[in-house]
């Protein structure tokens, strides 16, 4: 039996369609990209809920958006959860503002019900996790955790030849009354809402997925050189055909490495031909590789395979491979994922363990504190579309469990702190 | 030992380098494309050149011009010879222009030497050969030669939405004074002079290539479908990947299709992916196929198996292949090429027999006339270049080939069909 849930689970899903009205498309998703008018609008409603229930706005240098409730160690290293407010350009209501609707419900019921943590809990909308307006996404929590220097992210241009810090900059100037956060605090531990993006919980019929890790991924650009040449006149023999080495490499990656086993993924999706005329021998192009799997030995052996291949298939054609990302796979930790399968449990939500295949911002915080997801489903798996859709029960349990595990972790590491320091 | 040229050679190579100045572009080539302003202004200036030498100037509804120099007998057939002014928007100087105003150059040096040939000598400047600006070119021989329908051609865009129709309209109304010959005139024969537009000539040390016929062309849409996945979530085995198909396809086709014989032409040129992102399996490519052949019967069975392995490499996606073009090979008339051999004979210029691989206007009118080109060298065999060149002594050669052929032909026409009327 599933008990009450411990949120107002009607204020929540009122909010959650009241922020999908911002930047709200006519097929029923969402266009609110990082630091547009969109999501500076996103913002001022959700500090106005936040002002209600007595939480403090702040902000920080990389424009990521804190809510804290105050602990009763305001000097100690907060509990931090949330997720984005940003969205794809024809994206959906839930991919990110559910977490941080869940995390904002979740911190507004402690504040709402005079209970007062160990020590903050902030809730926190990272800032471009997206990355469709500025490339690449996760900026907000990069920034936070060291992994990307402000500089670096400030210098990112959108299509319009817009940069990150005249945005970041408008988006100060819209609250300027906001104080400001010193980059990259110390943190207790992170939780983190999402819509799993994938079809597992639907068809397990399982509520809650407590997410064990984040599966590794690997992306590359690959450019193939041949040379130019007029179709109608230039000898089969002598050509440098680009695209012709291209088909090849990009037939023996498909048929090796994307047949390594069954949790492999293997990805080709970006395609760009020079001179790309009907009647010109190509004699460029460039390609993209996008590469994952949960075992980090696995995706490092791929990786050096996939480099392998392209040389041994390229001739007569040269090429060269650029690594760009290059994400290990990480797993959550132990005692929150624990913390989160009693919860829903206790609640009577039927849960599954389950890897996350895309990334989210908490694989970067997983580097500086324990951290651990939530995954609720969404309708036939499908994200990053206007029709995304989750049931508002489903958020309304993610949220919930949110509540418990943030009561349960706040206790076990009050007694846990009282023990070390009798200890000591 | 070559001998003095039978045309003005300084006139020829001053007009072809005036001519080069309308729509020249800062590196030295030419962007004078089909029915712009610049080939409005070279109408003007081949005009006035004409009406010097006493040719009369007309035009028929395709936009083509002619410059009648008159013969014995002004209701007869008359014999054509010439190519278009238009040129690609980074072209050079002689594509085309060469072969106009080395026919130009012919009748001038006829009606100066008051050699009034059998029937009319009409110079014509095919409209639109290039199809750069509309697609596809070739559209005034097309349309002369019924090929193609007026209308449909006035319907073609540019890129700024310009119909053809509009600017032919805009082209007429320049020269509201022309008189307007009908479409489709029959004709005694045809000759057009060309740059190679490849390198045999000039390793070979030729000035002048008999061209024995253009190879036959076939041109292929192919459009694969699969669906769009998640690149991190969707499992391998799963996937209806497009361009995984696309790159199985592309592999069997150059490995087959290139190496049928050493005559085969095998080209994959354009390439689309949808939606050509990093993370997201294609779900849709579609790309073009450039198939030529000097022998139909070998250009007709390779494309019956470019369908069949399509559709053998394409499961688990669908593929639908469309032909566009199917331009069979031609072989031009062997009397003009016998006479076009006799003639750079005689002016002591070394010849060989050669196959055009691109297409030119030469291709149409062989269905309704007999016809025959003259190639003269071009520097490197780079053409659609804007460092295209070609020297004034070959082309000067050319004209001079063009001229001799001229007088040859029309007195043998003139005592074969006094033969044929006293013998019927």
């Given at each position: 039996?599933?008990?009450?849930p411990?949120?107002?689970?009607?204020?929540?899903?009122?909010?959650?369609?009241?922020?999908?009205?911002?930047?709200?498309?006519?097929?029923?998703?969402?266009?609110?990209?990082?630091?547009?008018?969109?999501?500076?609008?996103?913002?001022?409603r959700?500090i106005?809920?936040?002002?209600?229930?007595?939480?403090?706005?702040?902000?920080?240098?990389?424009?990521?958006?804190?809510?804290?409730?105050?602990?009763?160690?305001?000097?100690?290293?907060?509990?931090?959860?949330?997720?984005?407010?940003?969205?794809?350009?024809?994206?959906?209501?839930?991919?990110?503002?559910?977490?941080?609707?869940?995390?904002?419900?979740?911190a507004?019921?402690?504040?709402?019900?005079?209970d007062?943590?160990?020590?903050?809990?902030?809730?926190?909308?990272?800032?471009?996790?997206?990355?469709?307006r500025?490339?690449?996404?996760?900026?907000?929590?990069?920034?936070?955790t060291g992994?990307?220097?402000?500089?670096?992210?400030?210098?990112?241009?959108?299509?319009?030849?817009?940069?990150?810090g005249?945005?970041?900059?408008?988006?100060?100037?819209?609250?300027?009354?906001?104080?400001?956060?010193?980059?990259?605090f110390a943190?207790?531990?992170?939780?983190?809402?999402?819509i799993?993006?994938?079809?597992l919980?639907?068809a397990a019929?399982?509520?809650?997925?407590?997410?064990?890790?984040i599966?590794?991924?690997?992306?590359?650009?690959?450019?193939?050189?041949?040379?130019?040449?007029?179709?109608?006149?230039?000898?089969?023999?002598?050509?440098?055909?680009a695209?012709?080495?291209?088909?090849?490499?990009?037939?023996?990656?498909?048929?090796?490495?994307?047949?390594?086993?069954?949790?492999?993924?293997?990805?080709?999706?970006?395609?760009?031909?020079m001179?790309?005329?009907?009647?010109?021998?190509?004699?460029?192009?460039?390609?993209?590789?996008?590469?994952?799997?949960?075992?980090?030995?696995?995706l490092?052996?791929?990786?050096v395979r996939?480099?392998?291949?392209?040389?041994?298939?390229?001739?007569?054609?040269?090429?060269?491979?650029?690594?760009?990302?290059?994400?290990?796979?990480?797993?959550?930790?132990?005692?929150?994922?624990?913390?989160?399968?009693?919860?829903?449990?206790?609640?009577?939500?039927?849960?599954?363990?389950?890897?996350?295949?895309?990334?989210?911002?908490?694989?970067?915080?997983?580097?500086?504190?324990?951290?651990?997801?939530?995954?609720?489903?969404?309708?036939?798996?499908?994200?990053?579309?206007?029709?995304?859709?989750?049931?508002?029960?489903?958020?309304?349990?993610?949220?919930?469990?949110?509540?418990?595990?943030?009561?349960?972790?706040?206790?076990a590491?009050?007694?846990?702190?009282?023990?070390?320091?009798?200890?000591?």
């Amino acid at each position: 039996m599933t008990s009450q849930p411990l949120i107002n689970a009607d204020r929540l899903w009122t909010r959650l369609m009241a922020l999908a009205e911002i930047g709200a498309t006519p097929a029923g998703g969402v266009n609110r990209q990082a630091l547009s008018d969109g999501e500076i609008a996103a913002w001022r409603r959700v500090i106005g809920w936040a002002l209600e229930a007595g939480l403090t706005p702040s902000t920080d240098a990389a424009g990521n958006l804190f809510l804290a409730l105050a602990g009763q160690d305001r000097a100690a290293p907060p509990f931090l959860l949330g997720s984005h407010l940003d969205s794809q350009p024809t994206g959906g209501k839930f991919d990110g503002a559910a977490g941080v609707m869940a995390a904002l419900e979740a911190a507004v019921t402690l504040a709402e019900q005079g209970d007062k943590p160990a020590r903050d809990v902030i809730v926190v909308a990272w800032m471009n996790e997206e990355g469709s307006r500025f490339a690449p996404g996760m900026m907000g929590s990069e920034a936070f955790t060291g992994e990307r220097d402000v500089a670096a992210i400030r210098a990112a241009r959108d299509a319009d030849g817009v940069s990150v810090g005249e945005a970041l900059d408008r988006l100060h100037q819209a609250f300027r009354d906001l104080p400001h956060r010193p980059l990259g605090f110390a943190v207790e531990s992170y939780l983190e809402l999402h819509i799993e993006q994938g079809p597992l919980l639907e068809a397990a019929a399982c509520t809650i997925g407590v997410v064990t890790g984040i599966q590794g991924k690997k992306t590359f650009q690959v450019v193939v050189e041949g040379a130019e040449g007029h179709a109608g006149t230039l000898a089969q023999q002598e050509r440098r055909d680009a695209l012709a080495a291209f088909a090849r490499i990009a037939t023996a990656l498909h048929a090796e490495i994307g047949t390594i086993d069954t949790d492999i993924k293997f990805t080709i999706g970006r395609v760009a031909v020079m001179p790309n005329a009907p009647s010109v021998v190509p004699s460029r192009v460039s390609f993209s590789i996008d590469l994952r799997h949960p075992e980090n030995a696995a995706l490092t052996a791929a990786g050096v395979r996939i480099t392998a291949l392209c040389r041994e298939y390229a001739p007569p054609c040269t090429v060269t491979v650029t690594p760009l990302v290059d994400a290990p796979s990480n797993a959550f930790d132990p005692q929150l994922q624990a913390s989160i399968a009693r919860a829903s449990h206790d609640q009577g939500h039927p849960t599954m363990a389950i890897l996350s295949a895309a990334g989210h911002d908490a694989r970067h915080l997983a580097k500086i504190c324990p951290a651990a997801m939530i995954f609720i489903p969404c309708r036939d798996g499908a994200s990053h579309v206007e029709h995304e859709w989750a049931e508002p029960a489903d958020v309304a349990a993610g949220a919930s469990v949110l509540v418990q595990v943030l009561r349960e972790v706040e206790l076990a590491r009050r007694s846990f702190t009282a023990r070390h320091e009798s200890g000591g």
